[in-house]
């Protein structure tokens, strides 16, 4: 038993009392044995059909396996290639071995998008500009986000990292952008008046504020701990109010979300809580094992 799965047991078995994280049990293994794989996904099925699953299999294969711009949104969290295997048999690679497999699931991703389509890519510091330069190859790059990630030991020798980046690029100039569902509560300091009227600004029970464009810059967020209910023992998931206020801002009710690394669920929760349909991949059983737990207690209501 490596030191990850030893931990994992005992934080599993000996939870603290207010330890909401969700595990799979061996009732759950049993019960999500007919996990969706990339033998189901023919070209002469329905894509509707494919739909609202996420596919036990390698993301690049899956993808090859669906047509032409048929999603509106992607949502990519891939590994970060920094040597650390987190069940997803991703060893380090080379820089010029990454770059191309990143390249190879990029130029899938960016096929499947309709023209309307964006893609977001979540990256750390070391290869950041790499992502950024294969998105300018394939498609438009519009912004890179900077969201904190507050988690994690500091270094006696180097700054603490607690940011990671998420590039935001486009199939095309006619892309979907609802600024309006994404526009953030701001606090007025210096209320400007007109004929004595607020302008551009609200005043209610006492408060001062208006809502302003959304930044580039995201500091509310926070990653999924253990007395949080979305919390899981995936190593790297995403928070949920990231993936959700992405899929607000570049989707609408009824699109197509596709998300190529699945993880534990993130995305397709959220897709299903927003009323968007999704498709994802997933090469841990595990994890979509967990996916499809969380799935379930979301129709429930249950998170």
């Known amino acids: 038993m490596n030191e990850a799965t030893r931990r994992l047991y005992l934080e599993y078995n000996n939870p603290a009392p207010r330890n909401r994280t969700l595990f799979l049990t061996e009732a759950d293994r049993s019960r999500y044995t007919d996990l969706p794989t990339l033998a189901e996904i023919r070209m002469d099925q329905p894509f509707l059909a494919l739909l609202d699953r996420v596919y036990h299999g390698d993301c690049v294969e899956g993808m090859s396996l669906l047509p032409d711009e048929t999603i509106d949104l992607v949502f990519a969290d891939p590994p970060y290639n920094i040597g650390k295997d987190y069940g997803n048999n991703h060893k380090r690679l080379s820089d010029q071995e990454y770059r191309e497999w990143s390249d190879r699931w990029i130029r899938e991703a960016v096929r499947l998008l309709k023209p309307t389509g964006s893609i977001y890519v979540c990256s750390d510091w070391r290869y950041s500009g790499m992502i950024q330069a294969l998105l300018d190859s394939h498609c438009i790059v519009k912004n890179r986000i900077t969201w904190r990630r507050e988690k994690g030991r500091g270094s006696k020798r180097n700054w603490k990292n607690n940011m990671e980046d998420i590039w935001f690029a486009v199939k095309s100039e006619n892309y979907v952008f609802n600024v309006e569902?994404?526009?953030?509560?701001?606090?007025?300091?210096?209320?400007?008046?007109?004929?004595?009227?607020?302008?551009?600004?609200?005043?209610?029970?006492?408060?001062?504020?208006?809502?302003?464009?959304?930044?580039?810059?995201?500091?509310d967020t926070v990653v999924p701990f253990w007395s949080m209910p979305e919390n899981t023992p995936h190593p790297t998931q995403k928070p949920e109010m990231v993936v959700e206020r992405v899929i607000k801002a570049s989707s609408s009710p009824g699109d197509v979300v596709l998300d190529p690394f699945m993880g534990s669920g993130t995305t397709a929760v959220v897709a299903s809580r927003l009323g968007r349909r999704f498709i994802g991949f997933e090469i841990n059983k595990e994890y979509v094992r967990l996916s499809a737990k969380r799935l379930d207690r979301t129709q429930r209501g249950l998170l």
């Open 181 to 219: 569902e994404v526009k953030v509560k701001k606090q007025v300091l210096a209320p400007y008046r007109e004929n004595g009227e607020p302008k551009d600004w609200v005043e209610e029970n006492g408060e001062r504020y208006r809502y302003t464009h959304p930044a580039n810059i995201w500091i």
